[in-house]
């Protein structure tokens, strides 16, 4: 039951509410924190004591003897524990002083900081960096204060306000593609075993124990995708899937193909069209559903993939990805169509560098490269720049808690080569971050080294028993498709479920995913 006063406050009735609508993420947040009111309340009934800090910055982690952790806070007090899960989300963002506007923001959040402060409106064009469902989230904000959307004639229309006629948006982003758009589900869920089994995944490593991606797309992609082409009708990818010459390479570039259009915007129109129609008749896009579900797969028995391979997905699938699992919500599109008809938006394609955040006459600087391999970037300024590319991975130098790093409790992520001879070519060729650890040359993959149950791997490769760490800015090198609250669900899972199942943390050092038999329970 909900709290209908407080749905009021979102013009949200409750006959409304449906898995199948999208609704902001200040909605979202307040849903998780009456979520977590509720389950705390609930073990507090059953006698477990909690003690709730809030307001606490933790700002260091101290590991001791037996198996004692310290936690210190920038407050200077001390809590001890022998257990300890490692969950910050986003890293610091800058500091804004009252009556004080920044030029370059590294994050958009909070949004309110991004409006005017000793203006009523910006009449000057917005820098924003990326094109995700964040930097959408921005425009949208930024668009609503500006101007007024009305319907007319059953199309959504942008009016600017009256003084705020220089207002628009320029979106950057490197392929210069705009997100797929929302698509109806069958099986909403993702699921780590729905298209293969632990065991089959077992007898697809290959003789030095790697899972190859050749192998992983043409035993299990490949059938699950030709499936999900005949449900969606239609038969001219079931044949070009078919064809055993057809590689994931090849399959991505032709999806992709399907994306690109001389105008994103235009294109967006074309799709929203189709999108509607599907959505209204509750039909499913199958092919990205179950390709979603194949990525989850594998990002869950990633340890299992060779250094040549973790640089194949990084390179040349995973931006793919992330733009189709974007899903851009149906209302977003509109209104982003609706600044375009507008003349306010644009979309730049080419990679970004912050030149200057800060220059006293043009504001933000920034080189954009149009094409890879230019040696002639445009130089571009901006008197406001939003960063919505999303944060990168933290490194040991940025670990925020120093003392596991200078103990070295906690090591730099890294993947086994497959090739000894492919490591020395691309550190020699200066291709990929090499380093050399007991003699061996490993691909640094950004990040901090955990097993499969996210505990941390101190020097020499021992496994903390008491810490893990599930924050994604930690891991996503280990765990690079770990994307949405699903992934969140089922990183926290796992670290339970390995307390349940205990003898695994007895028996063995560093687990990988193969050795964990429990640790999905409920297929997660």
């Known amino acids: 039951d909900q709290d209908v006063k407080m749905l009021q406050e979102w013009n949200i009735k ?35 004591s909690f003690n709730i800090c809030l307001n606490e910055e933790v700002i260091d982690i101290i590991k001791h ?41 590294s994050s958009p959040w909070p949004i309110s900081k991004l409006f005017p402060i000793t203006t009523p409106f910006y009449n ?42 220089g207002f628009k948006i320029a979106l950057h982003s490197a392929d210069g593609l705009l997100p797929h758009l929302q698509y109806e589900q069958r099986n909403a869920m993702r699921k780590v075993y729905r298209h293969i ?56 570039a032709i999806m992709k193909e399907e994306h690109q259009y001389s105008n994103s915007f235009e294109g967006l129109k074309i799709e929203l069209k ?3 129609e599907q959505l209204n008749m509750d039909e499913p896009t199958h092919w990205m559903e179950t390709l979603d579900d194949l990525m989850y797969t594998l990002n869950f028995h990633i340890d299992l993939v060779s250094a040549e391979d973790r640089i194949f997905l990084k390179k040349e699938i995973f931006s793919f990805l992330m733009n189709v699992i974007a899903a851009l919500p149906i209302k977003s599109a509109k209104i982003l169509t ?53 944060q990168d991975i933290i490194e040991l130098d940025n670990y925020p808690f120093q003392s596991l790093v200078n103990n070295k409790n906690v090591i730099a992520s890294t993947a086994h080569f497959k090739s000894v001879k492919e490591a020395f070519d691309m550190e020699e060729n200066n291709t990929a971050a090499i380093v050399t650890t007991d003699d061996e040359k490993k691909l640094k993959l950004g990040g901090i080294a955990i097993d499969a149950a996210y505990r941390i791997v101190s ?13 994604i800015q930690h891991i996503l090198g280990e ?22 199942e205990n003898q695994i943390v007895e028996t063995k050092e560093i687990l990988e995913s193969t050795d964990i038999k429990n640790i999905y329970k409920n297929n997660i």
């Open 459 to 471: 020097a020499k490769e021992v496994v903390s028993k008491n810490i893990y760490d599930i924050s």
């Open 338 to 390: 609706a600044l375009y008809d507008a003349g306010c938006i644009s979309l730049h394609a080419g990679k970004v560098e912050i030149i200057d955040q800060n220059d006293q006459e043009k504001g933000v600087v920034i080189s954009l490269i149009e094409e890879e391999g230019s040696k002639k970037p445009k130089i571009l300024h901006y008197k406001k720049f939003i960063n919505c590319g999303g």
């Open 65 to 105: 003897a037996e198996d004692e952790i310290e936690v210190i806070t920038k407050s200077r007090k001390s809590f001890i524990g022998n257990k300890l899960v490692i969950s910050t989300g986003h890293g610091s963002l800058e500091k804004t002083e009252k009556n004080k506007e920044l030029n370059y923001f």
């Open 479 to 500: 765990k690079p498709y770990s994307y949405g609250l699903q992934a969140c669900n089922a990183n926290a899972a796992i670290v339970v479920n390995t307390w349940i």
């Open 124 to 165: 000057f064009e917005i820098g924003i960096l990326g094109a995700s469902l964040s930097a959408f989230d921005v425009t949208s904000a930024l668009a609503h204060h500006h101007g007024q959307f009305i319907n007319t004639d059953n199309q959504l229309k942008y009016f600017l306000h009256d003084g705020a006629e």
């Open 274 to 276: 189709d999108a509607i």
């Open 14 to 48: 409750s006959k409304d509410i449906s898995d199948k609508n999208l609704y902001p993420r200040i909605v979202v947040g307040k849903y998780f924190t009456a979520q977590y009111e509720l389950i705390i309340n609930e073990l507090i009934a059953k006698n477990i």
């Open 197 to 252: 089994s632990k065991e089959e995944i077992q007898h697809l490593l290959d003789e030095s124990g790697f899972l190859s991606i050749n192998n992983y797309f043409d035993k299990v992609m490949r059938p699950a995708l030709i499936e999900a082409f005949n449900r969606d009708e239609r038969p001219e990818k079931v044949q070009y899937i078919s064809d055993s010459t057809t590689s994931f390479s090849d399959f991505i």
